[in-house]
């Protein structure tokens, strides 16, 4: 079988997750410095000094820098990230299912809690009526996509609909759906 994650795809996302926050945190500390030192100025000002306008300026487009930085930063940059590792670490202690199901085709890409997935499409028998039902198996966006063809079978294990596993078969086995 073919194991998509490791231990080291963890740790990774972990140290790049942790990476993010100390630079996030190094700039707020240096917004927290900068402001600082202006309020800290402004206050040791002559009363209505000329250069306190200035000063609030400053520390106005100082404000508005951090603020232009940090709502994308943590909005896109550290959520991704923190919501790959969140996924990597269902993947160590969440339920696994083992099925072995035809594959039909490749849908377009999704977001899946925060991930970016590519979608597997196979075929599953209805246990009650006789008739073929689609399932959705989500890849992960940062692997290469497994080189499925069009009808063969496969042996997957999946948890929540994430491929983790997979073992391309060369005729069907008998044994399909979950």
Do not use: H
């Amino acid at each position: 079988m073919v194991k998509l994650y490791s231990d080291a795809d963890f740790w990774a996302a972990y140290r790049q997750k942790r990476r993010l926050l100390w630079g996030f945190l190094a700039a707020t500390f240096v917004y927290v410095l900068g402001l600082a030192g202006f309020v800290t100025f402004y206050v040791l000002l002559p009363y209505a000094d000329p250069r306190g306008t200035w000063i609030i300026v400053a520390t106005s487009v100082l404000t508005a820098l951090y603020m232009f930085f940090s709502f994308p930063y943590m909005g896109i940059s550290y959520k991704r990230s923190r919501a790959y590792c969140k996924m990597l670490r269902f993947l160590s202690v969440g339920l696994k299912e083992y099925s072995v199901l035809p594959y039909k085709e490749v849908d377009d890409w999704t977001t899946r809690d925060g991930v970016d997935v590519n979608v597997a499409v196979f075929e599953v028998r209805n246990a009650k009526r006789d008739e073929l039902m689609t399932r959705q198996i989500y890849i992960d966006g940062e692997k290469d996509f497994p080189p499925f063809k069009e009808g063969q079978f496969v042996r997957l294990v999946t948890q929540g609909n994430l491929l983790v596993e997979y073992e391309l078969l060369e005729e069907p086995s008998g044994k399909e759906g979950d």
